[in-house]
């Protein structure tokens, strides 16, 4: 059965802080990562990866994917307190369903 | 372009009832799932469909639950004689169709705003 493990489960930093959140994967035929951010509603769509290496940037956030390691992580620099999210990895296969880790709750204090 | 578009928001029904749930998908998209959040847990995988197809069903329940696509309309989930484990809330998402001979992958799904179930 499929995986994906976050780590931490919960974090709270200040504002301006620098983050780092972890994913490990185990999915089958294993075709992308992707990064949701959710607060309180819908998962918004933040990064898909699919290729080991390269990083994918939008504004202060940042995704790396490690297919060796089975592995990504999702970078936030200078943290605001609208980052404030539980922020969902998901891994997907040729299977098209997304596989989803339990969050990572951050929350960002003044 | 409007995304995608759950109704209702929030559902209360009793149990032993029925529960239907809409979705339109984002214009363009021909790719549906459902999805299930349970209190304090991460999201569920139910079913992927297109039009007129169920592609893959394997996160659904065997019993009460279904969903269809239609040809013209949106995705229903149905709940049928529901229950209070049922209580969650059940989010759409979308995606495009795969274009032949476009690189890259159709996985991309967007969310709507999900449906919160009540069963009292």
């Known amino acids: 059965e499929d995986k994906v493990v976050q780590s931490p489960l919960s974090l709270v930093v200040h504002e301006g802080d620098t983050v780092t959140l972890n994913c490990s994967y185990e999915?089958?035929?294993?075709?992308?990562l992707l990064w949701y951010k959710q607060e309180k509603k819908a998962p918004t769509f933040l990064f898909m990866l699919?290729?080991?290496?390269i990083e994918k940037k939008s504004g202060r956030l940042s995704s790396i994917l490690d297919k060796k390691e089975l592995f990504s992580i999702l970078n936030i620099t200078a943290t605001q307190t609208g980052d404030s999210a539980v922020y969902l990895c998901?891994?997907?296969?040729?299977?098209?369903?997304?596989?989803f880790g339990t969050g990572t709750r951050l929350q960002v204090t003044l | 372009n409007a995304g995608v578009m759950q109704n209702p928001r929030h559902l209360v029904r009793r149990r032993g009832q029925e529960a239907r749930l809409r979705c339109s998908p984002m214009?363009?998209?021909?790719?549906v799932y459902w999805y299930r959040q349970l209190p304090e847990e991460g999201l569920k995988f139910m079913v992927y469909?297109?039009?007129?197809?169920?592609?893959?069903e394997s996160g659904m329940p065997k019993e009460r639950f279904s969903a269809e696509f239609p040809k013209e309309g949106p995705s229903i989930l149905r709940i049928q004689q529901v229950v209070r484990g049922d209580s969650a809330a059940y989010f759409c998402?979308?995606?495009?169709?795969?274009?032949?001979?476009?690189?890259?992958?159709?996985?991309?799904?967007?969310f709507g705003p999900g449906t919160r179930l009540t069963v009292t």
């Open positions: 998901a891994g997907t296969g040729t299977a098209s369903k997304l596989t």
């Open positions: 699919t290729s080991s290496g």
């Open positions: 469909l297109q039009k007129e197809n169920i592609i893959d």
């Open positions: 999915v089958t035929n294993f075709r992308s």
């Open positions: 998402a979308s995606s495009p169709r795969r274009q032949r001979g476009v690189s890259g992958s159709s996985h991309e799904q967007y």
């Open positions: 214009k363009g998209h021909s790719h």
